[in-house]
């Protein structure tokens, strides 16, 4: 089944204490893209990838870093969690051939709790 | 920059009534647009996409849309309202190309019985 898969669901941490949200998609997709989702402000990027190796900043790229080692994994790293962090977070993946119109596809979300 | 506006946080129908969600965009350039729905502690789903090919979109679950360039609309709609459409919905534009989506702030619509 072709799916985007975020782990953990649910973290519940303290600031401070460095996280990692894992992002794997099985669709050997090009591009992947994270995203927070916050009440009245819809879905903002945050980091985006092209490629292997080739990571861009979204519109709300502080205090966050990614990594695309491999084409599958999109990690988002937290290296020193504020609550202003606390959010719902989404990893997206589609094909980069004509990028604009290719639907992305997204995980079931992490809940982030910063306290 | 380009942006989109969805009219009306919450929009409540009644079962078997026209569902009808309202989304504006701006941009210079043609755009990509699409409908996602979000149901309770689920990522988002395509519902559909306007590419250019055709103005008016059908997408899953009986939901259509129609792309209106000189109101720079692109309105969701289904026909009649089903308990299990009861969900948030988002409109986003395509920007530039670098794939990223543009969100409106969503709508949540509710069914009632």
């Known amino acids: 089944e072709a799916q985007v898969t975020q782990n953990p669901r649910y973290l519940i941490t303290v600031t401070g204490k460095k996280l990692t949200v894992t992002c794997s998609q099985n669709?050997?997709?090009?591009?992947m893209s994270w995203y927070r989702q916050d009440p009245g402000l819809g879905l903002r990027q945050i980091y985006y990838s092209m490629n292997v190796e080739v990571t861009d900043k979204g519109d709300v790229p502080e205090g966050y870093k990614v990594s695309r080692k491999e084409k599958r994994n999109f990690p988002l790293i937290l290296e020193s969690p504020s609550p202003n962090q606390t959010s719902l977070y989404f990893c997206?993946?589609?094909?980069?051939?004509?990028?604009?119109?290719?639907?992305?596809?997204f995980g079931d979300g992490t809940r982030l709790s910063i306290l | 920059a380009q942006s989109v506006t969805q009219l009306g946080s919450h929009v409540s129908v009644s079962e078997g009534a026209l569902v009808l969600l309202r989304c504006n965009y701006s941009s210079s350039v043609p755009p990509y647009l699409f409908w996602y729905v979000q149901y309770p502690n689920q990522g988002l789903q395509l519902l559909l996409k306007?590419?250019?090919?055709?103005?008016l979109v059908k997408g899953i679950n009986g939901f259509e849309a129609e792309f209106k360039k000189s109101e720079t609309s692109f309105h969701l709609t289904k026909p009649s309202a089903h308990m299990s459409d009861a969900a948030e919905y988002f409109c986003?534009?395509?920007?530039?190309?670098?794939?990223?989506?543009?969100f409106g702030q969503g709508t949540t619509l509710q069914v009632k019985p």
């Open positions: 669709m050997n997709h090009e591009y």
């Open positions: 997206a993946s589609s094909k980069v051939q004509g990028a604009v119109n290719q639907p992305q596809h």
């Open positions: 986003a534009v395509s920007e530039g190309n670098t794939g990223k989506l543009i």
């Open positions: 306007y590419t250019s090919a055709a103005t």
